[in-house]
T-cell receptor, first 110, second 115 residues
Framework: GDSVTQMEGPVTLSEEAFLTINCTYT??????LFWYVQYPGEGLQLLLK?????DKGSNKGFEATYRKETTSFHLEKGSVQVSDSAVYFC?????????FGTGTSLTVIP | DAGVTQSPTHLIKTRGQHVTLRCSPI?????VSWYQQVLGQGPQFIFQ???????GRGNFPDRFSARQFPNYSSELNVNALLLGDSALYLC??????????????FGEGSWLTVV
């Protein structure tokens, strides 16, 4: 069935380091792909999305490209800040369902 | 503008009891979906309602049911509660149904503890 596999955490980085969180998916048809973020004490909120192959979603310095050939949607940021500390969820929308990964906890230290 | 609102925020129930969780979508949104998030895991899809009809159902037992009202608010009902039902229950709304990459907007959730 449809599913999302997300890089295990937790991830700890120093401020200004490069971030990659891997996400791969399995889906029939043509899914849309999302990254949601959950900051401490807050609810899930959309970070970025891509609705078709080769689309690049971007927001707040984060980017992810929808790669159909590798069934991936890896999240990247060139220089992380302490304020990026949160849990990141990769998600897939296909048909009338959403599928979420298990989440990757990121801690950025000054 | 108000976001997605859920109630109650926290509740404790005993095994075998019934629980009703409520959700009000963002104004103008016609679709509501429900998710169960166990600690340390990602949200698991339970139901989707669009225009008051069930449009999608995840892999949950029949003890879980939901409905959407004419004002697009929604209720999630869980019967015969089990300890394993303890989780954060999230409601999300979107303007249209869960397809074509429509963004869903989450509420803060209802924390259910079953003892």
């Amino acid at each position: 069935g449809d599913s999302v596999t997300q890089m295990e955490g937790p991830v700890t980085l120093s401020e200004e380091a490069f971030l990659t969180i891997n996400c791969t998916y399995t889906a029939t048809g043509y899914p849309s792909l999302f990254w949601y973020v959950q900051y401490p004490g807050e609810g899930l909120q959309l970070l970025l999305k891509a609705t078709k192959a080769d689309d690049k979603g971007s927001n707040k310095g984060f980017e992810a490209t929808y790669r159909k050939e590798t069934t991936s949607f890896h999240l990247e940021k060139g220089s992380v800040q302490v304020s990026d500390s949160a849990v990141y969820f990769c998600a897939l929308n296909t048909g009338n369902q959403f599928y979420f990964g298990t989440g990757t906890s990121l801690t950025v230290i000054p | 503008d108000a976001g997605v609102t859920q109630s109650p925020t926290h509740l404790i129930k005993t095994r075998g009891q019934h629980v009703t969780l409520r959700c009000s979508p963002i104004s103008g949104h016609k679709s509501v979906s429900w998710y169960q998030q166990v600690l340390g895991q990602g949200p698991q899809f339970i139901f989707q309602y669009y225009e008051k009809e069930e449009r999608g159902r995840g892999n949950f037992p029949d003890r879980f049911s939901a409905r959407q009202f004419p004002n697009y608010s929604s209720e999630l009902n869980v019967n015969a509660l089990l300890l394993g039902d303890s989780a954060l229950y999230l409601c999300a709304s979107s303007f249209r149904g869960l397809n074509s990459g429509n963004t869903i907007y989450f509420g803060e959730g209802s924390w259910l503890t079953v003892v």
